[in-house]
């Protein structure tokens, strides 16, 4: 009974921990493209600067996934929070571009450890019937946070460049200090890794297990979230005249329904459903997206189509986590590692390759968006037929 108490203590604080990363990853949003052109950058540029973050996460996510299945979640956890701190406070002093960069490089190494650490956390304490919906909460964590982050961003703009920045810094510290205090470790001394050297998780071998679909398509999918995340705000900039406040009010929108489609509506469309179905569900729905965009006139339609975008990957994202933690043969630390550092690559090539196409074509980094997530639905169309053929025939050789 005490131990009940203790995981779902443990569980709570990271969910409201998540939320905190949320806001404060999300403050960010609609500020550092602006930021980052005041130091005469271009729209390339800032794809490099948001790609070289992810980038460094792609590197070391693997790792921290494994370095938690060997020392335990929650000091992973707690660097990652203090990374983040780290970070703002950097960007908030930086006075040229190469200081951006600095930091970013910095905040991807280190900021890297939260995700894939939490997700652990929860495998640790649920069982299978209730991963789906635990899951979605880390997802609805992040997506609550990013409705007050982005406005609270587009707000604090006004007062000085550096302020949205200042802020987030000292959130993540008291972040940092919650963790601390309340979170107990999930991970039992005796289920720990007990080797010496710690391996990183292999993306490579990860393509070779039976799994590697799901890697795959979240690849996919992350580098046609990131093209438009790293371009939005120089493309509703060029296209429609809006500002960062205007850009604040978008990523809330999208944020509001990444709580509403993780917290309420992923869990249930799962278990009835499946993984599978409800992220090519979740894949149709971003694809409408990026299609929708193209025709906007107006900030309310910008933020319209920012719910398609955070509706369909609150789907995604939930489906491919649980998938991959129930079907797993390795170590949950280490294959959640494995999934973050495959998203942090699609996050690696989006905001470069949106950032490219945008200085060529207002429109152009949303037509590689909607191929990309037009692949990776095609990708999982064609698993979700395989499959159920296959089961259909061993059903079939079962009854004769």
């Known amino acids: 009974m005490e131990e009940g108490r203790v995981i779902t203590r443990g569980l709570a604080t990271v969910f409201i921990s998540i939320f905190l990363v949320g806001v404060g990853f999300s403050i960010i949003m609609p500020v550092l493209p602006y930021y980052a052109t005041s130091f005469g950058a271009t729209a390339f540029q800032l794809g490099a600067l948001l790609t070289i973050f992810a980038v460094c996460q792609f590197i070391f996510a693997p790792f921290w996934g494994s370095y938690s299945d060997r020392i335990g979640r929650k000091p992973v956890l707690l660097l990652g929070v203090a990374g983040i701190s780290i970070t703002q406070f950097m960007l908030a002093g930086a006075n040229c571009l190469l200081m951006l ?7 991807g190494i280190l900021s890297c450890a939260t995700i894939p650490t939490a997700l652990a956390y ?3 304490s649920t069982s299978n019937e209730k991963r789906a919906s635990t899951m979605g909460l880390i997802g609805a964590s992040i997506g609550i946070g990013m409705v007050f982050g982005p406005a609270i961003g587009g707000l604090m703009y006004k007062l000085s460049i550096s302020a949205p920045f200042l802020f987030s810094g000292f959130l993540a510290l008291g972040n ?17 890794k007990k080797e010496t050297k710690v391996v990183r998780g ?3 071998a990860g393509l070779k297990t039976s799994i590697a679909i799901f890697f ?4 996919l999918c992350s580098i046609a979230e990131s093209a438009h995340n790293g371009t939005l705000a120089l493309f509703g900039e060029a296209k429609l005249g809006l500002g960062p406040r205007d850009i604040g009010w978008a990523f809330s929108a999208g944020g509001l329904m990444a709580f509403i489609t993780q917290g309420v509506i992923a869990g249930k469309l799962i278990n009835r459903l499946g993984e599978e179905r409800t992220a090519g569900i979740g894949m149709s729905i971003l694809t409408i997206g990026f299609l929708l965009i193209l025709q906007v006139t107006s900030l309310v339609g910008v933020m319209g ?15 491919i986590n649980v998938a991959v933690s129930r079907r797993t043969a390795m170590q949950q630390g280490k294959t959640m590692g494995i999934l973050a550092g495959y998203d942090s690559l699609g996050r690696s090539i989006g905001p470069l390759l949106g950032g490219f196409l945008l200085d060529r074509g207002v429109n152009y980094a949303y037509y590689s968006a909607t191929l ?6 095609i990708c999982m169309l064609v698993y979700i037929i395989r499959t159920a053929y296959a089961n259909k025939r061993l059903n079939q050789a079962t009854t004769d």
Not at 216 to 219: A, E, Q, R, T, Y
Not at 372 to 377: D, G
């Open 216 to 219: 795959v398509v979240m690849l």
């Open 305 to 319: 189509c920012m719910a398609l975008f955070t509706g369909g990957i609150g789907l995604i994202r939930p489906s």
């Open 101 to 107: 960069y600095i930091a970013r490089i910095i905040g």
């Open 122 to 124: 929860v495998a640790d």
């Open 372 to 377: 990309f997530s037009s692949v990776a639905l």
């Open 202 to 204: 292999s993306m490579v």
């Open 176 to 192: 940092l200090l919650a963790v601390l205090l309340l979170v107990p470790e999930s991970l039992a001394e005796e289920k720990r």
